[in-house]
């Protein structure tokens, strides 16, 4: 009986886990400042604006986007737990970033293990993913791919699932991007 109980305890997180209120949702719902920040995007970028049609959520209520166009080759979409948060590591969930003219890049860990794992989207596009894991500070799984000579990198905080599920759910996020560009 004492083993059960044991075991109980042992196995209550992996129960727990299958509770969170991981699921999917629109950006459009997703995201509480949508309108305010389709009308923040530029109209004249020389990349093309993509983002998931779908969001991954993960005991979150509402996400903040905020854009922000570092030059004229590349932009950064952060999607954040608050309004103020404009990518800050502490409150972001995840990021989408393109750049012209880049290249995916492949991670190794600390003993020279390479992290990085090809695989394919949809339309036989080669991807990039790497699984989130520590490396002086946690790095969040994310996955990179190379189309129309821009490398777009997708970022999202999947804590406590595993690697496979983390691939899984980061392919289908790249596979619903949708091009935006005004």
Known sequence: MLKKIILFFLLLPVFCYAQTNLHWQTTSDAVANFQAFEKSLPS???????????????????????????????YIISFDNTADCHGVKTCSVGSIQAVIGANPQIYYSRDNAELTRRVL?????????TPGH?????????????????TYTLSWNLPDVSVDVQQTLMREMANNMTDVTM
């Open 44 to 74: 004249n970028s020389q990349v093309a604006i993509k983002w998931p049609q779908n969001l991954i959520l993960l005991n979150t209520k509402k996400l903040y986007a905020y854009f922000k166009q570092t030059e004229p080759t590349r």
């Open 121 to 129: 989207l949809n339309g036989a596009v080669p991807a990039y993913f």
């Open 134 to 150: 520590a490396m002086a500070d946690y790095w969040p799984p994310m996955i990179s791919w190379h189309l129309d000579n821009v």
